[in-house]
T-cell receptor
Framework: DGGITQSPKYLFRKEGQNVTLSCEQNLNHDAMYWYRQDPGQGLRLIYYSQIVNDFQKGDIAEGYSVSREKKESFPLTVTSAQKNPTAFYLC????????????FGNGTRLTVT | AQSVTQPDIHITVSEGASLELRCNYSYGATPYLFWYVQSPGQGLQLLLKYFSGDTLVQGIKGFEAEFKRSQSSFNLRKPSVHWSDAAEYFCAVVAYNFNKFYFGSGTKLNVKP
């Protein structure tokens, strides 16, 4: 949406498998974020990256991993260590830099059975 | 620690009626505050933001919000609700270092014909 693309829209995996969610942006912004959304819990920050080759843990990083090898890409891997992986995952960027509102992708709904 | 509270999980209003969604925040300094809207299965769209200055801010789709420092509130209002406003609404505050946004748990708005 508007320069930030998440794929796929829906993802299904068996328990015990790792799965990688894609987030790509073509707006040349430095800061990228991953959030997890569960019903009634709002959005919780998983990881964020302010610059290529650097990222920080958010509030719920356990069971997740990320990489930031390219400015335009910030993939999220949900590992088998994540106890409750089924959720809606949102990627965001901050187009205006510091203080600016987040701009979100359309999300990926992951279902693990 | 920063936090955002949206006390109403669900709200139902009749089409054409006025709307007020409540948001209270906990933050040690002057906050940067936002309201987002989310349609089912979609990402979040920014409705409006408050950084400083006039405490009544106007947003898109006819929404406005008022910042009241004394009450630590940032309530969202709309004079006349349309059926297309049915969605989930999130209030958010950004921390001083601009890296972490804190979201409320959301308010689902239903609009009766």
């Amino acid at each position: 949406d508007g320069g930030i693309t998440q794929s796929p829209k829906y993802l299904f995996r068996k328990e015990g498998q790792n799965v990688t969610l894609s987030c790509e942006q073509n707006l040349n912004h430095d800061a990228m974020y991953w959030y997890r959304q569960d019903p009634g819990q709002g959005l919780r920050l998983i990881y964020y990256s302010q610059i290529v080759n650097d990222f920080q843990k958010g509030d719920i990083a356990e069971g997740y991993s990320v990489s930031r090898e390219k400015k335009e890409s910030f993939p999220l891997t949900v590992t088998s260590a994540q106890k409750n992986p089924t959720a809606f995952y949102l990627c965001a960027i901050a187009p205006g830099g510091a203080n600016s509102p987040l701009h979100f992708g359309n999300g990926t709904r992951l279902t693990v059975t | 620690a920063q936090s955002v509270t949206q006390p109403d999980i669900h709200i139902t209003v009749s089409e054409g009626a006025s709307l007020e969604l409540r948001c209270n925040y906990s933050y040690g300094a002057t906050p940067y505050l936002f309201w987002y809207v989310q349609s089912p299965g979609q990402g979040l769209q920014l409705l409006l933001k408050y950084f400083s200055g006039d405490t009544l801010v106007q947003g898109i789709k006819g929404f406005e919000a008022e910042f009241k420092r004394s009450q630590s509130s940032f309530n969202l209002r709309k004079p006349s609700v349309h059926w297309s406003d049915a969605a989930e609404y999130f209030c958010a505050v950004v921390a001083y270092n601009f890296n972490k946004f804190y979201f409320g748990s959301g308010t689902k708005l239903n609009v009766k014909p």
